[in-house]
């Protein structure tokens, strides 16, 4: 039988990075799959080679900074929130890269996806940002019953991304996005601390012509953090 997501663990980045853990596998894989829009017909065995997901939130701005070029990086104006990047399987051992995703598989989900999942590359459209994500992370998630096609796995993700409402907590607590304060990485620890528990990593995109190391939680150091 198919075992559910355990509780999530919080990690952050320009993305905010939920942890998923899914107990006691086998590493057998099935040679091939078939597939089906509503999921794949994957036998009785569990074949996952993983035990946790990272689900990444990225704050669109802090993620343009994070570019050696800026200029690649395109911000669509109706988009003034975090923002989706992954659902990534932790230490995959393997992984079957025969799986295609098509539009077609996300149609019902394309407006939700543009809303919450955006490209914030120029030269990357939407699908394509969506399809390699699949590609790369989501068919390794597909050993789950819950996440074994592209439409239930972007499912997930939007679900994810309705439940983990980071922007809000920040606010509550006086934490706002802002091109003059910034925030110590100590203070937004504390405030995703109270929800999420100890058990969070922030990494943070700083602002080098201030002269600021990029900092990662936990850190020796403290450094201002811009969101």
Known sequence: MWRSLLPLLVSLSPALLLLLQLPDYTTTQEAHWQDYKYGHQLGKKNFCTWKCLLFTLQWP?????S???????????DVNNWTIHGLWPVQVMNCCNCWPMFES???????????????LLKT?????????????HGVCAACVEGMNSPLRYFQICLKLRRQFDIHTLLEDAGVTPSCERSYKLVEVRQVLAEHFGDKLQIQCVTDVKRGVVSGEDPAVSQPDCRL
Request: proline share 11%.
């Open 124 to 136: 990357q459209p939407c699908f394509h940002f969506w399809r390699d994500e699949w590609q790369k």
């Open 61 to 65: 701005g802090a993620f343009c900074q």
């Open 67 to 77: 570019l050696d070029d800026p200029s690649l990086c395109t911000i669509p104006p």
């Open 105 to 119: 598989d996300v149609q019902d989900l394309q407006a939700e996806l543009t809303e919450h999942w955006p490209s």
